[in-house]
Each structure stands twice: as structure tokens, then as C-alpha cells.
């Protein structure tokens, strides 16, 4: 009874710091409106948002895999790579792991899937094995044990995922699943920017 009624404190708790963060990203949005300047400046002086080396490269990590063996964020320069925060409980993470392996088969030569277990949030390695065989997810399944990495990642809805460019910056935050049509979306995005 004491663990349903935590989960659903957390669930409140993580419903209302997710609403706040649409609400202030918000206010980003306006504050980040085009000003009368910029609209009449000549056309190649205004920036469309492309990618700059003042966007902030994403703090890397070492995690263990399900099998014991380290893997760094660093591992994946040179690709794409979605960094998913995720349980074997959340809903919403059981919905989108099949798109995420049907998009990782058709694109794990250019793009990188790290699959972040927060396993100090979790119900333990036997679900988080068992969840793995079930969805039948081959790429890499790591375990943030401490939840340190999901702190320092700010994860407070799951899932949470970040999608970084080749050379590891952060390039969108995207709070929710996703499906396999977002994930062909963000990535095209991101290469029309490179």
C-alpha cells in the first residue's frame, strides 16, 4: 500500500514538474521571438538556428550494460545518438520501445541508441531482463544504479529522452514517448543543420 501511494506521489510530483518545465519552455519561446532588428537585417546576417559550437555538448557518463561491460557517451561521437531515460514500470516507455528497436534496426549504422535504465527507480534486474527479452531491444541497455546520471540529466519524467549531434551536443530534450515517425523527424532535423 506505502509503494502504490509513493508512486503516485511521485507521479503527481513528476506530472507537475513537467508542466512547469512546457510552461517556462514557453516563455523561452517568447523571449527567444525575433526582434524588429533582426527581421530587418539584411537576409545572410540573421541566424536560422543552426548548429554553433556555443550549444552545449551533453556531460558524458560511463554506465554498466545489463552484461557488466562499460559504455561511455563519448563511445558514440561520430554518430547521432538518442540518450533514453526509462523504467520497466512506466507505460509510456513499454509504448515507445518498440519504435525505438525498429528504428535502431534500420538505422544503428548512423544513429546511436543508449537505453538509460534508472534502475535505483526500477523493480530490480529481473524485470528490467525480463523487459529487455520481452521487447527483444538490441541495443544497449545501460543501468544508472546510483541514479547519478539521471540527476545530472535532470530526469524527472520518464521517459525523457536527449537527442545529440556527432559531436555530442545537445540538440532537443524531449519529455514523453516518442515513435518511430518523431525519431525519422528529429533526426533529419538535426542533419539539415549540420
Not at 534502475?119 to 520481452?134: C, H, L, S, T, Y
Request: aromatic share 8%; net charge negative; charged share 25%.
Amino acid at each position: 500500500m506505502i509503494k502504490k501511494l509513493l508512486a503516485i506521489v511521485l507521479l503527481v510530483l513528476l506530472g507537475g514538474y513537467a508542466t512547469w518545465d512546457y510552461l517556462a519552455g514557453e516563455k523561452t519561446k517568447k523571449v527567444n521571438e525575433p526582434t524588429q532588428e533582426m527581421m530587418d537585417a539584411p537576409e545572410e546576417q540573421v541566424e536560422t538556428g543552426a548548429i554553433t559550437s556555443d550549444i552545449p555538448v551533453a556531460q558524458d557518463f560511463t554506465l554498466p550494460t545489463l552484461n557488466g561491460e562499460p559504455v561511455s557517451l563519448s563511445d558514440s561521437k561520430g554518430k547521432i545518438t538518442i540518450v533514453n531515460f526509462w523504467a520497466t514500470w512506466c507505460p509510456p516507455c513499454r509504448e515507445e520501445m518498440p519504435h525505438m528497436q525498429s528504428f535502431y534496426e534500420k538505422h544503428h549504422e548512423e544513429v546511436e541508441i543508449l537505453a538509460v535504465n534508472v534502475k535505483n527507480m526500477d523493480d530490480g534486474r529481473p524485470a528490467i531482463e525480463q523487459f529487455v527479452q520481452e521487447h527483444e531491444l538490441t541495443f544497449p541497455i545501460l543501468l544508472d544504479e546510483s541514479g547519478e546520471v539521471g540527476l545530472t540529466y535532470e530526469i524527472m519524467t520518464l521517459p525523457t529522452s536527449y537527442i545529440l549531434d556527432a559531436e555530442g551536443r545537445v540538440f532537443q530534450k524531449i519529455i514523453g514517448a516518442m515513435d518511430e515517425q518523431v525519431m525519422n523527424e528529429l533526426v533529419e532535423a538535426l542533419r539539415s543543420y549540420e
